[in-house]
């Protein structure tokens, strides 16, 4: 049975999509296209929407309200098509998203953590599927459950002009495609309702451990899974071949497409944030088939995530299943003794492995290593960086009574105003799933006051107060707010125009505002932003969705804020540093925008005197053993000389840090400190630590 076919699932209580009204699109627009161009660009760009509002426009509403009329959601079918199907590039690098979680409590070897995943996700699946999966709700609204019928069982299929989604039926998507070292097989597994649970994960261990033993790696040249990286056009012509090389390719193919869904068993073990996010992103390509909707990814030292394909389903849709998955690991590897799994009885195995073959010939591999070049040269072309910022988070930006999302989309923007020196068209995505099948709006977080604030931070600091300055942000933090909240009822401005210019007829002129460069560059995304804040994500992100762009996933959490930053070698890694220091001036600027000027100086001269205390404390003798400092722990690392010295072992002289200290806990505002510790010294933070007497 479809998810959604089941009454539980049913959309008939929610509400339709509106329709806005033409006068508050063209309001809405005007106010947050013009700060970003000129005067008299923006204004020609404004005469053609006006006349486009004055002739085309009103037949265009008149169509839209008898399609929203005649549909349960006007804009569903249109942006699929728009944003997904008729989307040419490549799934990997452009459209899918990716999720790290966070560490196992006790690890875990790599086929028992698959073999878990696999049982949990098809118990989820059986839940969704009996109607017993509890409904989607924020703050006791219901959300829409339709985009859960393409879950399981779906796989994207590249055309010559426009791609499909594929849904296979229950009897047919029985299995689970496993990827290993360039190999595909399909897993046939015990019944979850019939099959004692720690019995069904031994019998899957088995079968993955022996895949893992016995499999040899495939050379690069034959990989299948490679191709679904490619550019759509790349793909379809790959596919293609591959299907007429043998009867045998389509029947390997069908089943591959139709499995429930997808585990890569990796055969690297990241170690860093960023290598785990890159290699949650795209890894080499070869263990994974991007098409599918869904691929849990197993690393071999212990570490998991999920790659999901966007066409049809949201990543907040896909975290209901995520947050499923992570509580059954952590509950089995911390409550069950690892023995328990070990010895279950494995009796009457209703499990099975087949390899699925494929042929080859000279066009199908010359597909195959264009593939490759295409995926080699696309990541050397890529830069992917995260930001771990921890000095502060959700509950010391509630405490400044603004918006933590808010917060940070304007930190966002003074990051890239810094470097780039303007503002850029800011996509932020707005769920409109309280509606009947909806799924996103654009927030455009760019508004006449977030300009001129960058502008105020940037240009000329001098000129303005801090409380000038602090206003407003303040006041840019609300337009951000109130434009969100408006998407989410769904009176945005993006999807309306994509809507007017979609009800044009075939043989009807497109009107010129649709071709106007001010308009389009209006939403040319050089920022595609989004945010998901859940505790069990160590990663989450996705690729920049224009070529001179970036793409940048964030998560706000209660004490820290993180940030994973994807272009084509644009400067990702140093906006990352340049989002620090806008976030610690911008909690500067609310923190002491009240205080007056002598007051602030006195401050900065305090830290200024702990800083000099510090650095004198580096000529104090040291004791032959030094602590090793790893790169990875501070957000605002520095390899300066100056700076390493302060990782250097601890002073002799506990009396010396310890007036250090002293000297710190006189200081008038401890909020000075946090906003000095990276505009006036990046290695503040680890100097302090470093300073600490040696207790060894």
């Known amino acids: ?56 426009a009103p037949v265009l509403q008149a169509r839209l309200k008898e399609r929203a009329d005649a549909h349960e959601n006007w804009l569903e079918e249109w942006w699929n098509e728009y944003a997904y ?50 409904h989607d709700n924020i703050r006791g609204k219901a959300m829409c459950m339709h985009q859960y019928q393409y879950m399981f069982a779906t796989c994207r299929h590249p055309g ?156 907040t849709t896909d975290m209901r299943l995520c947050n499923a998955l992570v509580k059954d690991v952590e509950a089995l590897c911390s409550e069950v003794a690892p023995a328990a799994l070990s010895t279950a009885a494995v009796s009457d195995s209703q499990c099975a492995v087949s390899e699925l073959a494929f042929d080859y010939n000279a066009e199908l591999l010359g597909h195959i290593q264009r593939a490759v070049d295409y995926f080699d040269t696309t990541v050397r072309g890529h830069e992917l960086a995260t930001l771990e910022f921890d000095s502060f988070g959700k509950e010391q930006i509630k405490k400044m009574k603004v918006s933590p999302d808010a917060f940070v989309q304007m930190a966002m923007q003074l990051a890239y105003y810094r470097k780039f020196g303007h503002v850029p068209a800011t996509y932020e995505s707005a769920s409109t799933k309280s509606y009947a099948r909806g799924r996103t709006e654009t927030s455009r977080s760019v508004s006449e006051h977030s ?150 100086m006195a401050e900065v001269d305090a830290v200024a005197n702990v800083l000099n205390s510090i650095k004198l404390l580096s000529s104090v003798p040291r004791s032959p053993a030094s602590p090793t400092f790893s790169s990875e722990s501070s957000a605002h690392e520095d390899t300066s000389s100056e700076s390493a010295r302060f990782r250097d072992p601890f002073p002799s002289d506990p009396a010396a840090s310890n007036s250090v200290l002293d000297e710190l806990e006189r200081l008038p505002s401890s909020e000075m400190i946090c906003a000095l510790e990276t505009r006036l010294s990046r290695f503040v933070k680890e100097s302090l630590y470093w300073a600490l007497p040696s207790t060894s």
């Not at 034959?222 to 043998?246: F, H, M, N, P």
Request: aromatic share 10%; charged share 25%.
């Open 451 to 600: 300009v001129q604030w960058c502008r105020m931070m940037v240009d000329n600091p001098e000129t303005t107060s801090l409380h000038t300055k602090s206003e407003l942000l303040k006041q840019a933090i609300i337009n951000q707010s109130q434009f969100t909240a408006q998407c989410a009822k769904g009176a945005g401005i993006d999807r309306h125009l994509l809507g007017l210019e979609y009800a044009l007829l075939s043989d009807e002129a497109k009107p010129e505002i649709f071709s106007d460069p001010v308009f389009l560059a209006s939403r040319h995304w050089k920022l595609s932003t989004s945010q998901i804040s859940d505790p069990i994500l160590g990663a989450y992100g996705w690729g920049e969705v224009v070529d001179d762009g970036f793409g940048v996933a964030y998560r706000i959490e209660n004490n820290s804020l993180h940030f994973n930053v994807v272009s084509q070698r644009l400067g990702s890694k140093r906006l990352c540093r340049y989002l620090s220091d806008a976030l610690m001036d911008m909690r500067f600027l609310l923190t002491n925008a009240h205080k007056q000027p002598h007051e602030i």
């Open 160 to 315: 010559e002009t426009r791609d499909h989604t594929e849904i296979y039926a229950r009897d047919q998507s029985r299995h689970v495609a496993i990827a290993h070292k360039g190999r595909f097989f399909a897993l046939r597994v015990p019944d979850t309702a019939s099959t004692d649970r720690l019995a069904a994960i031994q019998q899957i261990e088995v079968q993955l451990q022996a895949i893992i033993d016995s499999t040899e790696q495939l050379e690069r040249a034959k990989s299948i899974g490679i191709l679904t990286a490619s550019l759509r056009d790349d793909w379809y012509a790959a596919r293609e071949c591959l299907l007429q090389v043998s009867p045998g390719n389509a029947e390997s193919l069908r089943i591959l497409e139709s499995s429930a869904f997808l585990v890569s068993l990796e055969s690297v073990s990241p170690s860093t944030h960023q290598e785990f996010s890159l290699a949650c992103h795209c890894s080499n390509g070869v263990d994974r088939y991007f098409d599918k909707n869904f691929q849990l990814l197993v690393f071999a030292n212990g570490r998991y995530g999920f790659n999901g394909e966007h066409s049809l389903t949201d990543a």
């Open 85 to 134: 199907f008729l989307n040419r590039s490549s799934l990997c690098f452009n459209v899918n998203y990716f999720f790290g979680f966070r560490h196992t409590p006790h690890p875990l070897s790599q086929a028992r953590l698959a073999a878990i995943l696999i049982d949990s996700t098809l118990r989820f699946r059986d839940t969704l599927e009996s109607g017993e999966l509890e």
């Open 1 to 56: 049975m479809s998810p959604t076919s089941h009454p539980n699932y049913s959309t008939s209580s929610l509400s339709k999509l509106p329709i806005p009204e033409l006068e508050d699109t063209v309001s809405r627009f005007k106010a947050a296209a013009r700060p970003l161009f000129e005067e008299e660009e923006f204004e020609k760009c404004m005469a053609k929407f006006e006349h486009f509002v004055a002739t085309e």
